[in-house]
């Protein structure tokens, strides 16, 4: 059976995937259009996070120290422009020069996984505590006070370019932050096709070989740790816009951690499995919050336990190779070629 060219299956995707999102909210209730909303921007940071560990092999604890910086700068660029448009492009620039600069002395150095992953912890834990310790009116950018561990509240929302008079809505929210998530999925899609994306790939099965054959790890190693902070920043840009809101939460323990349970209950390896993870226990945390009888981190550790324990792999992959399994064979060869196709896209 022919295999459907790329182009044509993100088409489908991309007109489903803006047709379901654009309809959606007039068959929803409120809490529920937030709800998602919310989701919505996680779902982007599970991607920037699913992109540079399942495709580039680089394991980033820092991805909502991008996220957190994201929604920071929004909202101290939106204050003091009083338009959203410069706001958004200071929001998802800021992460990635972060992750530039920070990038190049941990990947030029070239210090190993562990260190890397220690690295972007400590980081987002620094910055934890010193955004908690902006309280002070001198902890100022421009008219935005940062206000420490109580954070900028009456963010200015996304508005029309130009016209801050034309703000989004929870429902207009929505609608952008769909919209968002699906095109950084199909961005990613594209990008991972790309000779780009097969360099990464390559440098995670074997970065020696790569490097054998000409290619400067290093360099893409960085160039894949600048885009998924970017993407991540992008989250955090959406998250600000969610309650028009931030605080220091943003960089903590507990939150840099969410992300890496996201990826690896959805499916390490793959772009689906993290938007899967993000939805099912951004989901999970709220409904388990409405009670006050069990610790709601207990429960979330408990599920987490429960799908390593039992779904070693991923709801995604696993998924992917029960239907390879049960799935008639046309040849003797025919369930090895599947396996090794299904592994090989991610």
């Known amino acids: 059976m022919a ?5 044509i299956q993100l088409g489908a995707i991309a007109l489903a995937g803006a047709a379901v999102i654009v309809a959606l909210p007039s068959f929803i209730g409120y809490d529920t259009i937030l709800q998602i909303t919310l989701n919505f921007a996680f779902a982007i940071l599970a991607l920037s996070l699913g992109f540079v560990w399942g495709y580039a092999g680089i394991f980033s604890f820092g991805q909502a120290a991008f996220f957190g910086l994201g929604g920071y700068a929004y909202a101290a660029a939106a204050i003091n422009f009083g338009d959203s448009t410069p706001a958004i492009l200071i929001g998802v620039l800021l992460p990635a020069l972060f992750a530039l600069v920070l990038g190049y002395f941990v990947f ?11 690295i972007t912890l400590v980081v987002t834990l620094i910055l934890y505590k010193f955004m908690g310790q902006t309280a002070k009116p001198s902890y100022m950018i421009g008219n935005a006070m940062l206000g420490g561990y109580n954070g900028i509240p009456a963010i200015p929302p996304l508005n029309v370019p130009g016209r801050p008079d034309l703000f989004a809505g929870p429902e207009e929210m929505f609608v952008i932050a769909g919209l968002t998530a699906l095109a950084v999925y199909i961005g990613l899609r594209v990008l991972l096709a790309a000779r780009l994306g097969k360099i990464v790939v390559g440098m ?38 969610w309650n028009a809101f931030i605080d ?34 951004s989901t999970l945390s709220l409904e ?39 799935r008639p064979a046309r040849d003797p060869d025919a369930g090895a070629n599947a396996s090794r196709e299904a592994s090989s896209h991610g």
């Open 3 to 7: 295999r459907v060219p790329l182009a």
């Open 108 to 118: 030029y150095a070239r210090l190993s996984s562990i260190y890397v992953a220690v």
């Open 204 to 241: 995670r099965e074997n970065e020696l070989r790569m490097e054998l054959l000409g290619f400067d790890t290093r360099f893409y190693k960085l160039v894949a740790f600048v885009i998924a902070a970017a993407i991540a920043g992008l989250g955090g840009v959406m998250f600000a816009n």
């Open 248 to 281: 220091p939460h943003v960089f903590g323990l507990g939150f840099s951690a969410q992300p890496i349970i996201w990826v690896m209950i959805g499916g390490l390896g793959t772009l689906i499995g993290p938007i899967l993870g993000a939805f099912i226990l």
């Open 288 to 326: 388990l919050g409405t009670q006050k009888t069990i610790d709601i981190n207990l429960i979330l550790g408990l599920v987490f336990t429960v799908f390593v324990l039992l779904v070693p792999q991923g709801i995604i992959p696993t998924l992917r190779k029960f239907w390879t399994d049960r």
